[in-house]
């Protein structure tokens, strides 16, 4: 079974930066895409950001476009989500998860496309 470790969340003011860690461990499969989701109390789980498992395609919600950055480094087999200009709205439990290599890019997006899910990071900012 694949096991996923978020690291890195903390308290921020606004306009400040964070850098999200996600260690993967025990997968089935060589090739395996990655996504980052966010979720606050009462909401529903929210996209973040997606990357392939090379590394060569990357996909962001319109919410963090130009702010995030996802990247992965398949040696330490560990994705990261640099968070900059953070805002009050960034403020979520932020999760990572992993699912099978896909050409559809859509499905980047959809939460019910992943397989496995660490327990999160919470990051909060304060304005």
């Given at each position: 079974q694949v096991q996923l470790v978020e690291s890195g969340g903390g308290l921020v003011q606004a306009g400040g930066s964070l850098r999200l860690s996600c260690a993967v461990s025990g997968r089935t499969f060589d090739s395996y895409v990655m996504g980052w989701f966010r979720q606050a109390p009462g909401k529903e789980r929210e996209f973040v950001a997606g990357i392939s498992f090379s590394g060569g395609n990357t996909y962001y919600a319109d919410s963090v476009k130009g702010r995030f950055t996802i990247s992965r480094d398949n040696a330490k087999n560990?994705?990261?989500?640099?968070?900059?200009?953070?805002?009050?709205?960034?403020?979520?439990?932020?999760?990572?998860?992993?699912?099978?290599?896909?050409?559809?890019?859509?499905?980047?997006?959809?939460?019910?496309?992943?397989?496995?899910?660490g327990q999160g990071t919470q990051v909060t900012v304060s304005s």
């Amino acid at each position: 079974q694949v096991q996923l470790v978020e690291s890195g969340g903390g308290l921020v003011q606004a306009g400040g930066s964070l850098r999200l860690s996600c260690a993967v461990s025990g997968r089935t499969f060589d090739s395996y895409v990655m996504g980052w989701f966010r979720q606050a109390p009462g909401k529903e789980r929210e996209f973040v950001a997606g990357i392939s498992f090379s590394g060569g395609n990357t996909y962001y919600a319109d919410s963090v476009k130009g702010r995030f950055t996802i990247s992965r480094d398949n040696a330490k087999n560990t994705v990261y989500l640099q968070m900059n200009s953070l805002k009050p709205e960034d403020t979520a439990v932020y999760l990572c998860a992993t699912g099978f290599e896909s050409g559809l890019g859509s499905y980047y997006y959809i939460a019910s496309e992943y397989y496995y899910w660490g327990q999160g990071t919470q990051v909060t900012v304060s304005s």
